[in-house]
């Protein structure tokens, strides 16, 4: 017998085909935000989303008297024509499964409307007024999924993989995530490397170039590695038509292979994102509640494969050293130290290239100067001692600061006295701070958090303010005299904090990487090795 499903039915499964945890929650929130234009959008967590999410934009707003037809099902203003979609949601279903998930609270007004719109949504139950409100729309969702013991952890796992996600598709949209009350992810749409770095990782994000052609209506723009960085699966390429995130089709997948060539091992894929833009007649989207498929005509799997064969032809494909196994840190000190470094040139204006004994060394410069800087101090401290400040400095204590007094360092790097409740008057410190009297209370402050007088901690901190930063351009003869002090250094090998400063490259590392049988040394000819041959190679004819 065939019968009608009662409503509370047909709620839940439409909550099940579209909701199956926070992240398509958000999601579903956050296409509507851009589907009407929002350029700023706030998401909140509590609880991971299940006790409280709020999505909050500055979009076009909903009117008053459509308020309670938007969480009704199957309604929505975005649909016209399924062959022509331009929006990311088109079902008219998101609201409508929220609402049997959650109780929703939806704040909205437009633009040009006097006043906002206030709509409190319980399964069947619906009020609406009006309300003072800004333009945009605020959705709130509370008890979702409740009583369903799901971890909050993941869900904000979840959240935060999608949110970087859509900032590849969305790199100029204004992004604040907040997860109970505390910022994990403030972007200000400040374009697709920066989403890159937020997505990738800023090392990766550094060694991806741009892609970009445009003809007619069809338009690619995006972010791919070179043949130096390639993954054994596609899970770290991103696609989206349109703005829309969708997954990869085969067809595109062999054209990326393809445009690639023997420049990837066989099975290895690219890192990086595309955002195609086509026409409606060149794909065709699923209508189904994950909208996540998408098939391209051949025509648009040419056009990228095309447009990628000539990005990769402008780009220098000199491969990288495929592992770090070769820079290695540098071994404890031997009784001979480190030899005189030459210093060669500066990269990206952070590191120093130098040449010693038939070694290449790479120089972080930041971390040679805190090292050179640190023992400076130290040797300073050691010889000077303390000496009389030109005038007393008084120094403003809290009462936890003031508990604390002769449990840290202070006694070792100052000479003071109690001058009223919650102040001491320093009278003597080292002489290489006379010369900064506004920074002696805060330099007294974090000696007394010293607990257990770890004046080398302090002396670091205190090395690392002036040091050279990355950046920093240096000529030649400022970079040998970093590599001089550095020479001149008890312990050249490690910053105060304990990263490497140097790094080593032996000649017999090249030689190997490049494939060759020995080095050009004392102006004699190398020769190239013969890789994979069944023969040894013949000797060469000696002159007479």
């Not at 900032?167 to 604040?176: I, N, R, T």
């Not at 023997?262 to 086509?278: K, M, Q, T, Y």
Request: glycine share 10%; net charge neutral.
């Amino acid at each position: 017998m065939i019968r009608p499903l009662p409503p509370e039915l047909r709620g839940l499964l439409a909550r099940g085909e579209v909701l199956l945890s926070v992240r398509d929650a958000v999601r579903e929130l956050l296409e509507n935000a851009l589907d009407a234009g929002a350029r700023r959008v706030r998401v909140e967590l509590w609880g991971g989303g299940l006790e409280r999410l709020v999505v909050e934009d500055d979009g076009e707003g909903i009117p008053l008297e459509d308020l309670p037809l938007a969480v009704e099902p199957f309604s929505t203003s975005k649909l016209q024509d399924p062959g022509r979609i331009r929006t990311l949601g088109f079902r008219g279903q998101a609201l409508y499964a929220l609402r049997q998930a959650a109780t929703l609270k939806i704040r909205s007004r437009p633009r040009k409307q006097l006043g906002g719109g206030l709509l409190w949504v319980k399964g069947e139950r619906v009020e609406v007024k009006e309300g003072p409100a800004p333009p945009g729309t605020r959705v709130e969702v509370l008890g979702l999924f409740g009583g369903e013991g799901r971890d909050p952890k993941g869900e904000v796992r979840g959240v935060l993989e999608l949110l970087r996600r859509y900032l590849l598709h969305h790199p100029y949209l204004s992004l604040a995530l907040f997860v109970e009350g505390e910022a994990r992810l403030l972007f200000p749409g400040a374009g697709l490397l920066e989403a890159a770095r937020l997505a990738f990782g800023r090392v990766l994000a550094e060694r991806l170039f741009p892609v970009e052609a445009e003809a007619g209506e069809w338009a690619l723009v995006g972010l791919l590695s070179g043949p130096q960085v390639s993954r054994a699966r596609e899970d770290a390429l991103f696609l989206s038509v349109n703005v829309r995130p969708v997954a990869f089709p085969p067809g595109l997948l062999k054209a990326v292979r393809r445009a690639y060539r023997e420049l990837l091992p066989e099975g290895h894929f690219p890192v990086g994102v595309l955002n195609l833009r086509l026409p409606p007649s060149a794909y065709r989207l699923r209508l189904d509640a994950r909208k996540e498929e998408v098939s391209l005509e051949p025509e648009a799997e040419a056009f990228v494969e095309e447009a990628l064969r000539e990005a990769l032809g402008r780009k220098n494909l000199a491969r990288l050293l495929p592992d770090p196994k070769p820079l290695l840190p540098l071994p404890p000190p031997t009784p001979s130290g480190l030899p005189r470094l030459r210093f060669l040139a500066q990269f990206r204006e952070s590191y120093l290239l130098a040449e010693g004994e038939g070694t290449l060394y790479i120089v972080d410069q930041h971390a040679a100067h805190e090292r050179v800087l640190f023992e400076e101090l130290r040797r300073r401290l050691q010889a000077e001692g303390l000496a009389p400040l030109p005038y007393p400095v008084l120094v403003e204590l809290s009462p936890g600061e003031a508990e604390r007094l002769g449990q840290g360092m202070e006694g070792r790097l100052f000479a003071y006295e109690p001058f009223g409740p919650l102040r001491v008057r320093l009278l003597e410190a080292p002489p290489f701070l006379h010369p900064y009297p506004l920074l002696l209370p805060e330099v007294f402050k974090e000696a007394l958090r010293g607990e257990g007088g770890s004046l080398r901690g302090l002396l670091a901190r205190l090395a690392c303010l002036p040091a050279l930063k990355a950046g920093h351009p240096l000529g030649q003869a400022q970079g040998q005299a970093l590599l001089d002090a550095l020479l001149a250094c008890e312990t050249p090998w490690v910053c105060p904090h304990g990263r490497p400063v140097l790094l080593a490259l032996t000649e017999e590392d090249l030689i190997r990487r490049f494939g060759r049988r020995s080095g050009a040394r004392g102006g004699e000819e190398s020769r190239p090795r013969r890789l994979g041959e069944s023969f040894p190679e013949a000797p060469a004819p000696r002159e007479p």
